[in-house]
């Protein structure tokens, strides 16, 4: 009776576990930035794709399509519907990319996109069908609240009367939708290594030097993959085991079950399998062109990051940071309250701490000797070695910790940079 | 952590019964569409449901061999007694958000949808400077790679010879 109870409190726990949502938020926001950006691209080729008098007839769909189980909401429109439809296909990507408007805004997006697929099959390639079976886990998934913009407007109202932010971890959803997405990409990927090992040329090793000769899609010149062709053996086993590899995660998943296997080394055998699969896919965006495919699957990535994955990602990249930075803002000012929160929603490594000056224990402990007066003037930032950086320059220490803004770090150490940077900073603290 | 809503228990042992269906669905749908048998039956079980959803799926890209075809597409204009190359469609001929999408087009049409072709070729009559009212044609060069590794790592100094195709000409509508 026990056994059978704990035996189905742990199928609960498989499928109901409260896990965060960031991932599958962020899966989202991916997912309808790449369909935006790809659709938009082909705005010049709508009719020739999607229209009734483009490569496909209306009346041709029957003999060219598949006639069961298809459903596409352009058969029924005419030119100006499929522009009509183009237009609400962008506008719901757009919105499920930033996270506006309820759950119904990826639906109509996701239906529409794959009335758009439907009707275009002989334009689709890899990226755009993986695309679909991301939306759908989406879809079906029950939680769409993190990254939106209702969750921002409810967090800056939350801060704006109590001062406070609400923490990240009160996002959570349950685990299935998780489920659903690690299985699909335990099928793609170990569908894939089979079909490649029954090719003999992935077996002896030729497949990637023919890939990188292939003018419809590499980005190399022929002298260049000449030299590169070498390796083709050892990346194409590579490639092979590697996607093969996810099957493991089914025989770990049960030992892991069954309580042999601890669920952290699980954990890391999966970020192991997302190290190898970033690798790949990585360098076959940056030697070939074959449309969203390597995009879609870092997309796809994102929504396998669970909780127990950000925290491991944080040590690692956190390894020399023994204490936290203190950013010291005026908190009686809702301007620099607004710009900490802006802070610290791009603090994902956790590296920053947020402290009012106005708070004594908060004086006394960070910024002892620095008068009210200088703090009051511009941010403060204390460093690891207890040495502040202060204005624009607090702000320019601050990027190299804030991943979304590492692009734009080196940018500011240009000559020049500093002082209008120091000018803008004064002007916007005087009149803040 | 806050807890979310624990579903009732109707409600979990359905979302567990869907979830399982679903998983079950994609993963028969991948079994080959020739099989025999208790195979053929699963797999019909499951595509009804897998393409009323756009849930299909077939993961062979450059697979079981990668393709050994490189092709140079090239549409030309009937300038009277002489054809000229009025458009060349290749890799750097193509512009960067368009080159994945167009090559794929063409080799689907080329592979399995020739009878599309003529359409593909009329979509372009617009484009093709003094096309209208004129003979276009649609042509691709076609070399095959080798497949063995010692021949690949010297391709470069090798001279594959094209072969040339003609794909489709019609006539282009003078609008």
């Known amino acids: 009776m026990t056994t059978s109870r704990s035996h189905s409190g742990r199928m609960y726990e498989f499928w109901f576990r409260p896990v965060s949502a960031a991932g599958f938020g962020m899966m989202r926001s991916a997912f309808g930035l790449i369909a935006f950006v790809t659709m938009l691209l082909e705005r010049e080729n709508i009719?020739?794709?999607?229209?009734?008098?483009?490569?496909?007839?209306?009346?041709?769909?029957?003999?060219?399509?598949?006639?069961?189980?298809?459903?596409?909401?352009?058969?029924?429109?005419g030119v100006y519907g499929t522009w009509l439809l183009y237009a609400i296909l962008l506008t719901s990507l757009f919105c499920v990319m930033i996270g506006l408007g309820r759950k119904w805004m990826l639906l109509i997006a996701v239906?529409?996109?794959?009335?758009?697929?439907?009707?275009?099959?002989?334009?689709?390639?890899?990226?755009?069908?993986?695309?679909?079976?991301?939306?759908?886990?989406l879809l079906v998934s029950p939680c769409y609240r993190t990254f939106t913009v209702a969750n921002l407007h409810r967090r800056l109202t939350l801060i704006r009367n109590t001062g406070k932010d609400q923490p990240a971890t009160e996002r959570c959803m349950p685990m299935w939708p998780y489920r659903l997405l690690l299985w699909q990409m335990i099928l793609i990927y170990v569908?894939?290594?089979?079909?490649?090992?029954?090719?003999?040329?992935?077996?002896?090793?030729s497949a990637v030097a023919a890939t990188l000769h292939l003018t419809d899609f590499t980005r190399l010149s022929p002298e260049i993959a000449d030299v590169l062709s070498?390796?083709?053996?050892?990346?194409?086993?590579?490639?092979?085991?590697?996607?093969?590899?996810?099957?493991?995660?089914?025989?770990?998943?049960?030992?892991?079950?069954?309580?042999?296997?601890?669920?952290?080394?699980?954990?890391?055998?999966?970020?192991?399998l997302l190290l190898c699969g970033a690798l790949l896919h990585g360098s076959i965006f940056v030697l070939m062109d074959i449309g969203t495919f390597s995009l879609t699957v870092f997309a796809a990535y994102l929504g396998l990051?669970?909780?127990?994955?950000?925290?491991?990602?944080?040590?690692?990249?956190?390894?020399?940071?023994?204490?936290?930075?203190?950013?010291?803002?005026?908190?009686?000012?809702?301007?620099?309250?607004k710009s900490v929160f802006a802070l610290s929603m791009l603090d994902w490594l956790h590296r920053i701490e947020f402290a009012s000056y106005h708070d004594p224990d908060n004086k006394k402990r960070y910024a002892p000797t620095i008068s009210l007066h200088a703090l009051n003037a511009e941010m403060h930032l204390r460093l690891q070695d207890g040495s502040y950086k202060k204005g624009f320059f607090a702000f320019r220490a601050l990027t190299w910790h804030l991943p979304a803004l590492w692009l734009l770090a080196p940018l500011l150490y240009i000559p020049g940079v500093s002082i209008i940077g120091a000018r803008a900073y004064t002007f916007i603290a005087d009149h803040r | 952590m806050q807890k979310i809503d624990r579903p009732g228990s109707a409600l979990a042992i359905l979302i567990v019964g869907l979830c399982l269906w679903h998983?079950?669905?994609?993963?028969?749908?991948?079994l080959p569409a020739n099989s025999e048998g208790i195979t053929q039956v699963i797999r019909h079980l499951s595509v009804p449901y897998v393409l009323s959803l756009s849930q299909w799926q077939k993961w062979d890209i450059f697979s079981p061999n990668p393709l050994r075809r490189n092709s140079v597409y090239r549409i030309e204009r009937n300038a009277g007694d002489r054809w000229e190359t009025a458009m060349i469609m290749d890799f750097h001929h193509l512009s960067w958000h368009e080159r994945a999408k167009e090559l794929k087009v063409l080799g689907r049409l080329q592979d399995s949808w020739k009878a599309l072709l003529p359409d593909y070729l009329m979509s372009f009559c617009s484009r093709i400077p003094g096309g209208r009212g004129t003979d276009v044609r649609l042509l691709v060069a076609t070399t095959i790679l080798p497949s063995d590794l010692k021949s690949l790592k010297e391709t470069a100094q090798n001279t594959l010879i094209p072969q040339e195709t003609l794909l489709a000409s019609v006539r282009c509508p003078r609008f």
């Open chain 1, 47 to 77: 009719q020739r794709f999607y229209g009734p008098e483009g490569i496909l007839t209306r009346d041709m769909t029957g003999n060219v399509l598949r006639s069961m189980w298809r459903f596409s909401l352009l058969d029924y429109v």
């Open chain 1, 111 to 137: 239906v529409v996109l794959y009335s758009f697929h439907e009707y275009g099959s002989i334009t689709l390639d890899g990226g755009d069908t993986f695309l679909r079976l991301i939306g759908f886990i």
């Open chain 1, 191 to 205: 569908s894939s290594s089979i079909e490649k090992w029954s090719g003999s040329m992935w077996r002896d090793g």
């Open chain 1, 230 to 272: 070498f390796l083709s053996p050892i990346v194409g086993y590579f490639t092979i085991f590697s996607q093969l590899a996810w099957g493991m995660l089914l025989l770990l998943g049960l030992m892991s079950f069954c309580g042999v296997l601890t669920r952290e080394a699980l954990n890391v055998f999966k970020r192991a």
């Open chain 1, 305 to 337: 990051l669970l909780d127990d994955d950000f925290r491991a990602i944080r040590q690692r990249l956190n390894t020399r940071i023994r204490e936290p930075l203190i950013v010291l803002y005026d908190g009686r000012c809702g301007f620099c309250k």
């Open chain 2, 23 to 30: 998983m079950f669905a994609v993963a028969a749908y991948l």
